[in-house]
C-alpha cells in the first residue's frame, strides 16, 4: 500500500526567506503532483512530474521528482505572503484506475 | 468554461438522516472521484467510477454509497451508518488516458446538528 509523507506539517516563514516541503512515499511511482489549497477552497493544480528527475517552476516555486530516493521537494524561493496556503503532494499508486495517494498537507503562513 | 460543479456549498445533516452531495463535470472526463478530507488528514479516498454504471470502494466507504448513471454525474450519498460524517467532501475528475492528475470541484462542507 503506497504511503505518502510531507513534512513539515506546518512552516512559518518570513517574506523574502527560501524553504522546502518535501515530500517521502513508500512505494515505487513515477507520478508525482503538487497542488495547492486556499483555506476553505479547492485544490489547484501546481506541477505534474512524471519521470525521473523531473524539474518544474512557476514563479517562486520549483518542484522536483527523484523517483530512485522516493522524495519530491518543493522549493520556495524569497516567499511572499501571497504563498500563504496548504500544499499537498500526491503519489499515483499505478494501475489503470488512475489513484492518487495524498499526503496530510504542509500549511505554509508567510509573515511579513 | 468547463469544470466541474459541487452543490451545495454547506449542508448541514441531522442525526439519522441521509444526505446527498451532487458532483457534475461538463469536462468528459471518464473517471471520477470522491475524497473527503479532515483537518491534518490530508485527502483519503471514497470512491471512484471509471466508466458509467460501474464504480469501486476507496480506503472508507463505509457509510457512503454513489451511483453513475450518467457520465457527467457523479453523486455521493452520505447514510446515516456513517458516524462521524462532519468533513469537507472533494469531488474530481480526469480524463483517461491523461497524465495531468485530477481536476478539483469547489467541495461541499457537511455538519451534522
Known amino acids: 500500500e503506497l504511503k505518502v509523507e510531507q513534512n513539515p506539517l506546518f512552516l512559518s516563514m518570513q517574506e523574502g526567506k527560501n524553504y522546502t516541503i518535501y515530500c517521502n512515499y513508500s512505494t515505487t511511482s513515477d507520478r508525482l503532483y503538487w497542488y495547492r489549497q486556499d483555506p476553505g477552497k479547492s485544490l489547484e493544480s501546481l506541477f505534474v512530474l512524471l519521470s525521473n528527475g523531473a524539474v518544474k517552476q512557476e514563479g517562486r516555486l520549483m518542484a522536483s521528482l527523484d523517483t530512485k530516493a522516493r522524495l519530491s521537494t518543493l522549493h520556495i524561493t524569497a516567499a511572499v505572503h501571497d504563498l500563504s496556503a496548504t500544499y499537498f503532494c500526491?503519489?499515483?499508486?499505478?494501475?489503470?484506475?488512475?489513484?492518487?495517494?495524498f499526503g496530510k498537507g504542509t500549511l505554509l503562513t508567510v509573515n511579513p | 468554461d468547463g469544470g466541474i460543479t459541487q452543490s451545495p456549498k454547506y449542508l448541514f445533516r441531522k442525526e439519522g438522516q441521509n444526505v446527498t452531495l451532487s458532483c457534475e463535470q461538463n469536462?468528459?472526463?471518464?473517471?471520477m472521484y470522491w475524497y473527503r478530507q479532515d483537518p491534518g488528514q490530508g485527502l483519503r479516498l471514497i470512491y471512484y467510477s471509471q466508466i458509467v454504471n460501474d464504480f469501486q470502494k476507496g480506503d472508507i466507504a463505509e457509510g457512503y454509497s454513489v451511483s453513475r448513471e450518467k457520465k457527467e454525474s457523479f453523486p455521493l450519498t452520505v447514510t446515516s451508518a456513517q458516524k462521524n460524517p462532519t468533513a469537507f467532501y472533494l469531488c474530481a475528475s480526469r480524463s483517461a488516458g491523461s497524465y495531468d492528475g485530477y481536476t478539483f470541484g469547489s467541495g461541499t462542507r457537511l455538519t451534522v446538528v
Open positions: 500526491a503519489a499515483y499508486s499505478g494501475g489503470s484506475n488512475y489513484k492518487l495517494t
Open positions: 469536462l468528459n472526463h471518464d473517471a
